[in-house]
């Protein structure tokens, strides 16, 4: 996969090591050679300090490889969603007071922080313009969690829907010179309900805001059908990583499944921080150690037994899933005795991954 992959996305739920395993991957190809940049959504710090950097940002900075090459580098960013709406703003905007006027209206800032889906369009923006660079080989996009797949890989689609010309008609000034005619228009109505309903300053910054962003629609519509045809490429791998649970293997069928239906797969499966099987090891005839109290021992066997039983239920659901996707894309890592927090284990971790 890593050899001819120019867009890695790894997807899956929150909390199972996502961000750490997009890392890993992109810092073994760029030890192999190959010009990398991660781009994640984390802003955690320890996954900047395993990074060997003060911090992540919205630009890219590169990180310092403990192996010699070449060719190879790797460099990371985290994702700002104003920042990069912001920058999106600033590149298309005909002019200044264009640019003023589209961050002081609240509907921009309301759509710039807080607005359901923003961080996913902006992650696919970002990854459009980090694709169309030419600076890197390969770009490894930690996409946000998410319970419903089609969210995601819908967002361009989606986008290009909010600026649509039959949405943006129903919000710009009429053009109409009667009165009544004007009067008479059922988006006329309908601001004026929305006015009753919301408040007429709301309605007003929702007319500004689609008056003002039109100069978008274009390129909303031409990033988000090259988008379409970026994930779609053979060269872009989608990698889900997952939890050794019943809940979070359903949702990695269902991506799974999904991607299909858009004539995508799945490239690999990881399985993170699994419990490794355990052996048969009668505990009763262990002797035990004349330092341990026998109330200790008990809770240590008791620990045992736990484990053995997580082991068990976890290795009984992977073989479901490697029935059902195929036993060759489906990769386990163990549950590591430390958590990441230098970039040699980053790169332990990333020897693991197929």
């Known amino acids: 996969m890593l050899n001819d992959a120019r867009l890695i996305l790894c997807a899956g739920p929150g909390g199972v090591g996502k961000t750490t395993t997009a890392a890993a991957l992109g810092l073994r190809a760029a030890n192999s050679g190959k010009r990398v940049i991660v781009l994640t959504i984390d ?133 109409e010179s009667n009165f009544l005619q004007r009067l008479a228009k059922p988006s006329t109505i309908v601001l004026t309900l929305m006015g009753k309903t919301f408040g007429k300053s709301f309605v007003d910054d929702l007319v500004e805001f689609f008056d003002t962003m039109q100069f978008l629609q274009e390129t909303m519509r031409t990033r988000g059908e090259l988008i379409d045809f970026i994930l779609r490429e053979p060269t872009t791998h989608f990698v889900i990583v997952t939890g050794a649970d019943k809940r979070r293997i359903d949702e990695a069928i269902f991506f799974h499944e999904k991607l299909e239906t858009l004539n995508q797969k799945a490239s690999l499966f990881i399985l993170n ?45 992977i073989d479901k899933l490697k029935q059902k996707v195929g036993e060759n894309i489906v990769q386990v890592v163990p549950l590591l005795r430390e958590d990441i927090h230098t970039l040699r284990q980053l790169g332990e971790l990333g020897k693991r991954l197929d």
């Open 273 to 317: 921080r699994v419990v490794p099987k355990f052996g048969s090891i009668d505990l009763k005839a262990i002797k035990v150690p004349e330092n341990i109290s026998q109330k200790s021992w008990s809770r240590m066997e008791q620990k045992y037994v736990n484990l053995q039983k997580v082991s068990e239920r976890s290795y009984a659901l």
């Open 43 to 175: 802003p955690a710090k320890r996954l900047a300090d395993s990074l060997g950097l003060e911090a992540l940002s919205n630009k890219p900075q590169q990180v310092e490889l403990e192996t010699e090459n070449e060719t190879g580098e790797l460099w990371a960013m985290m994702l700002d969603q104003k920042q990069t709406l912001d920058d999106l703003v600033e590149q298309n905007a005909p002019d200044e007071a264009t640019v003023q006027r589209s961050r002081d209206n609240n509907i921009y800032k309301l759509l710039s922080s807080t607005l359901h889906g923003m961080q996913e369009y902006m992650a696919l923006d970002k990854l459009h313009d980090l694709y169309t660079s030419g600076n890197y080989d390969l770009v490894v996009l930690d996409t946000p969690p998410t319970k419903n797949a089609l969210e995601f890989l819908d967002t361009p689609n989606r986008a290009r829907q909010f600026f649509d010309d039959r949405i943006m008609k129903w919000f710009l000034p009429q053009k």
